[in-house]
Nanobody, 126 residues
Framework: QVQLVESGGGLVQAGGSLRLSCAAS????????MGWFRQAPGKEREFVGG????????YYADSVKGRFTISRDNGKNTVYVQMNSLKPEDTAVYYC???????????????????WGQGTPVTVSS
């Protein structure tokens, strides 16, 4: 069955960096655009960014643009998000997701994504 397993979360001070990984199995990884989402305590899940099947295109939420970078290695079936200049408001559980469509109108919507990981927590202290 399809599995997406995130790793790399943890506790970091404001201004620091983390790199999250999401390892996929049970699917043809290169057929799927990938997205990163996050959910802070008491808040709805929100889109962080996404990457096309080939990795040539990325798209970010305004709140992380210029600080986060999403990449993928189709040979390793893994997608990454490099998070720099972290802020306390970045504290959340981060999820990766595999979708079937890559289009500006849909990539921000969690309804676009078929498979989800279990999440990895990130805490940014001030």
């Amino acid at each position: 069955q399809v599995q997406l397993v995130e790793s790399g979360g943890g506790l970091v001070q404001a201004g620091g960096s983390l790199r999250l990984s999401c390892a996929a199995s049970g699917l043809t990884f290169s057929d799927y655009p990938m997205g990163w989402f996050r959910q802070a305590p008491g808040k709805e899940r929100e889109f962080v960014g996404g990457i096309s099947k080939s990795g040539q295109s990325t798209y970010y939420a305004d709140s992380v643009k210029g600080r986060f970078t999403i990449s993928r290695d189709n040979g390793k079936n893994t997608v990454y998000v490099q998070m720099n200049s972290l802020k306390p408001e970045d504290t959340a559980v981060y999820y990766c997701a595999a979708g079937r469509r890559w289009a500006p109108g849909v990539i921000r919507s969690d309804a676009t994504y078929t498979y989800w990981g279990q999440g990895t927590p990130v805490t940014v202290s001030s």
